[in-house]
């Protein structure tokens, strides 16, 4: 698996609310959060609502906080590959948009225990 970090960006006049993320590299993706454990930890879960892009503003996707999750790549991601991923709104509209695959040694931060790591 690999996250996506960077900034999502909206230059429109209404709030985006993006719902879901999707790569063909991936089986599986998600939009994670990463809170507090309560034992002075951190985890990251699915983010159940997705990410809300202000109008005219940046959403920040980061290791230890809001980020893109890949699980089930088909291939293994190398450094400087471009890996294209598509967001979708609330409305249903899709974002398409390429990034740049850099090598990064993580936050970290382990699943939710009610989240099944098995398939990830």
């Known amino acids: 698996m ?4 960077g900034t999502l960006t909206n230059e429109g006049d209404a709030d ?3 719902v879901e993320v ?7 993706a998600e939009m994670h959060v990463t809170v507090d454990d309560g034992a002075g930890g951190r985890v990251m879960r699915e983010a ?3 990410f809300v892009v202000p109008a005219g503003g940046e959403h ?3 290791p230890g906080g809001d980020h893109l999750m890949l699980m089930q790549l088909a291939e293994p991601v190398e450094t ?3 890996v294209a991923l ?3 709104d609330a409305d249903g509209g899709e974002h398409e948009f390429t990034v740049s695959a850099r090598a990064f040694s993580g936050a970290e931060e382990e699943y939710a225990p009610e989240q099944e790591t098995e398939d990830r």
């Open 2 to 5: 690999t996250g996506v970090f």
């Open 16 to 18: 985006l609310h993006l």
């Open 22 to 28: 999707r790569s063909e590299l991936a089986g599986m």
């Open 48 to 50: 159940e609502d997705g």
């Open 60 to 62: 920040a996707l980061e």
């Open 80 to 82: 400087g590959q471009e």
């Open 86 to 88: 598509v967001v979708v």
